[in-house]
C-alpha cells in the first residue's frame, strides 16, 4: 500500500544543484529505512544514500559524500536529496525507496524515479 513519488528532476548544467522530493502515501510504520538510489543507461542500479526514520541518521555513498545530502520532513512524510555542484556523470534517473521491518537488504518499496540531466 506504500506509494512513493519522486519530483525535483531536470536538466542542469554542470555546477548546478538540485534537490530531489520523495512522498511516501500509506507509509507503514515498519517503515525503517528510506533511500535514494540512481541508475543511468547500460549501468546498474547505484545506492546513492539513506535516512534512517527513527533518528534521522543518515548515509551517503564515499563517492557523493560532500555533494549530496538527504534529509526529511516528517510532518509531509517526506525526504529529500539535496544534490549540489552536479556534474555529467550524475545523470540518471533517480528513485526513492522504502524498506519496511523486517530488516532485509532488499528495499520492499519503490518510486518511479525522476530523470536528472546535467550538461556540460
Known amino acids: 500500500q506504500v506509494q512513493l513519488v519522486e519530483s525535483g528532476g531536470g536538466s542542469v548544467k554542470a555546477g548546478d544543484s538540485l534537490r530531489l522530493s520523495c512522498v511516501a502515501s500509506g507509509r507503514s510504520f515498519r517503515t525503517y529505512r528510506m533511500g535514494w538510489f540512481r541508475q543511468a543507461p547500460g549501468e546498474e542500479r547505484e545506492f546513492v544514500g539513506q535516512i534512517i526514520l527513527h533518528n534521522g541518521e543518515t548515509v551517503i555513498a564515499d563517492s557523493l559524500k560532500g555533494r549530496f545530502t538527504i534529509s526529511r520532513e516528517d510532518a509531509k512524510n517526506t525526504i529529500y536529496l539535496e544534490m549540489r555542484s552536479l556534474q555529467p556523470e550524475d545523470t540518471a534517473v533517480y528513485y526513492c525507496?522504502?524498506?519496511?521491518?523486517?530488516?532485509?537488504?532488499?528495499?520492499?518499496?519503490w518510486g518511479q524515479g525522476t530523470q536528472v540531466t546535467v550538461s556540460s
Open positions: 525507496a522504502a524498506d519496511d521491518l523486517p530488516a532485509t537488504i532488499d528495499y520492499d518499496y
